[in-house]
């Protein structure tokens, strides 16, 4: 590790402790945050809900690790630049100034390249899902349309509320059913009230206008 000017031993001791917390952090997700978490039972209460969203974070990760790759190839020529031009520099000020620049160039890539270590490795975990279904990697159209509408099906029946208030009355009598929806909508109202546009739409009825 790098030394910081000013530091005590306890000081370097404290920072060196720090500095594997970073490397820690830079692990990337674990397995229970993956598959308690972000693929949820909540949000995602299908197989084929959390495939769905599997193959988005491997997209998002993929396309993260490419720029990432070519930042740390940028960082790695501009650290062999350095070097370069704090062997033909003969000015002592000069030297002192490249090589603070060129440390600084080598901590940015210790941690580009840890980060990127860790988003592999992210990575590896969701493919290693993403693999196991793979009664989800050839669907006929039909059958993805089925399993896609059955999964938001059941995602409204755990996020009631939140799915009323985002696609209204139409959305949710499709969705779980004319009676039931009319059920939970009587539910709804004696248990947490009438939803923001049911206000307004209230105060117009009752003549009250719009202030």
């Known amino acids: ?13 404290m920072l060196l402790s720090v500095s594997k917390l970073i490397s820690d952090i830079h692990k990337g997700h674990s397995d229970i945050q993956i598959k308690d978490f972000i ?33 740390i190839k940028e960082t790695e020529i501009k650290a062999k630049m350095k070097e370069r031009d704090l062997l033909n520099s ?12 060129l440390e600084r160039l080598q901590v940015e890539l210790h941690g580009k390249k840890s980060a990127f270590e860790g988003l592999l490795d992210e990575t590896r975990r969701f493919f ?35 799915f009323e208030q985002r696609y209204g009355k139409d959305y949710m009598e499709r969705a779980i059913g004319k009676e039931r929806y009319e059920e939970f909508r009587s ?3 004696r248990a947490f009230g009438l939803l923001p546009r049911e206000l307004l739409t209230v105060r117009l009825l009752e003549g009250g206008g719009v202030s």
Not at 133 to 148: G, I, K, R, V
Request: proline share 4%; with cysteine.
């Open 1 to 13: 590790m790098y030394e910081l000017i000013n530091c005590t031993t306890e000081d370097k001791q």
């Open 128 to 162: 290693s899902i993403y693999a196991s279904m793979s009664e989800f990697h050839n669907l006929t159209p039909d059958e993805a349309h089925q399993l896609e509408a059955d999964y938001w099906c059941k995602k409204a029946l755990n996020m009631p509320t939140e």
């Open 90 to 101: 003969t000015d002592d000020l000069e030297r002192q100034l490249l090589e603070v620049q």
């Open 187 to 189: 539910i709804r109202a």
């Open 39 to 71: 693929l949820n039972d909540i949000e995602y209460p299908t197989p084929y809900g959390k495939f769905m969203q599997v193959k988005m974070e491997l997209v998002s990760r993929y396309s993260r690790l490419v720029d990432a790759h070519f930042d």
